[in-house]
């Protein structure tokens, strides 16, 4: 069960005392009113009984907007605390799960580091270290990049450097790169690049929006199918990267892309992740006037469809 934090807490407490003390005050001024008008019967006669009830109707009035204002500020009080709560909570997680991101490939490097400098290893076992010390070093250089990039993107200082670009000749190298793991991941790969277009595009930001993409179906989706597909409609190309992996549920595809989310299931618990990678492709390519979503794969699996504006 989770706690309040104490500033909710103290919100609540000096809510429950202020409406505990309007309605007491209330009460107070209706028997107030009530004894006024009882011991100046005079007044009935005259009408100014009248003006008496007429008072307390306008005080009653102003208090009630009063109250209702009140409540309206506590709750939204209370859903900002509640959300700047939630956002402390999935910072926590991200620095955690973070430390955990850089200390696996170290720990990995300084592994084969030290097992090359032993004397009589084979040049194939060196080849084989070697490739996984480089391995090791891409995961680095790419969670460095996220954050960066993140953090860039939150300051607002992020700038894009146009230029003509092939799409299909950007997923095929990037793939390239993240051969051996998706090896290693047991994942088919189905490519159909039909666009032949040249878009205007920052070919670093686009590289990182598939490198995320592929590293979430290395992730979620091993030993099943990876696909790549383009195709060109009139004012967009589309790029749709889906697998056949575990999946999000329906009601959870628009909070994947952002910051720091993740799914909390028993299938995504264990695995490895920042909560940054979604979200960097969203905002990258909205930053490229394009637009970015999520469905459920059919038959299983998670779907992400980007369109891209042409030239």
């Not at 146009?162 to 997923?171: A, H, N, P, R, Y």
């Not at 793939?175 to 032949?196: M, N, P, T, W």
């Amino acid at each position: 069960m989770k706690k309040s934090p104490p500033t909710l807490i103290l919100l609540y407490v000096l809510l429950g005392y202020v409406v505990t003390q309007f309605l007491w005050w209330g009460y107070l001024l209706y028997e107030l009113n009530a004894e006024v008008l009882s011991l100046t019967v005079p007044a009935l006669e005259d009408g100014s009984g009248r003006d008496l009830n007429q008072k307390l109707f306008m005080i009653l009035g102003e208090g009630t907007v009063f109250f209702t204002l009140l409540i309206i500020g506590a709750f939204y009080i209370r859903k900002f605390l509640l959300r700047e709560q939630g956002l402390a909570r999935q910072e926590r997680n991200f620095l955690l799960a973070t430390t955990h991101e850089f200390n696996s490939p170290i720990a990995a490097i300084k592994l084969n580091l030290q097992t090359l400098k032993r004397v009589g290893i084979t040049s194939e076992q060196q080849m084989l270290m070697t490739e996984s010390g480089l391995t090791n070093l891409n995961r680095l250089e790419s969670l460095v990049s996220n954050i960066l990039m993140a953090s860039r993107i939150d300051a607002g200082k992020i700038q894009m450097y146009s230029e003509e670009v092939d799409l299909g000749e950007v997923v095929t190298s990037v793939l390239k790169r993240y051969e051996g793991l998706i090896k290693a991941a047991e994942i088919e790969v189905y490519l159909d690049l039909k666009s032949q277009t040249k878009l205007s595009l920052d070919k670093n930001a686009m590289e990182m929006v598939l490198a995320n993409l592929i590293e979430n179906a290395i992730k979620y989706a091993s030993k099943s199918k990876l696909y790549l597909i383009s195709r060109e409609e009139s004012k967009y190309v589309e790029l749709v990267v889906a697998d056949t992996g575990i999946g999000v549920s329906p009601d959870r595809l628009k909070q994947i892309f952002q910051k720091f989310y993740r799914e909390q299931n028993e299938e995504t618990r264990s695995q490895k992740g920042t909560g940054l990678g979604l979200f960097l492709v969203h905002e990258l390519i909205r930053l490229h006037g394009g637009r970015v979503f999520a469905q459920v794969n059919d038959p299983q699996g998670l779907k992400v469809i980007i369109n891209i504006p042409k030239n």
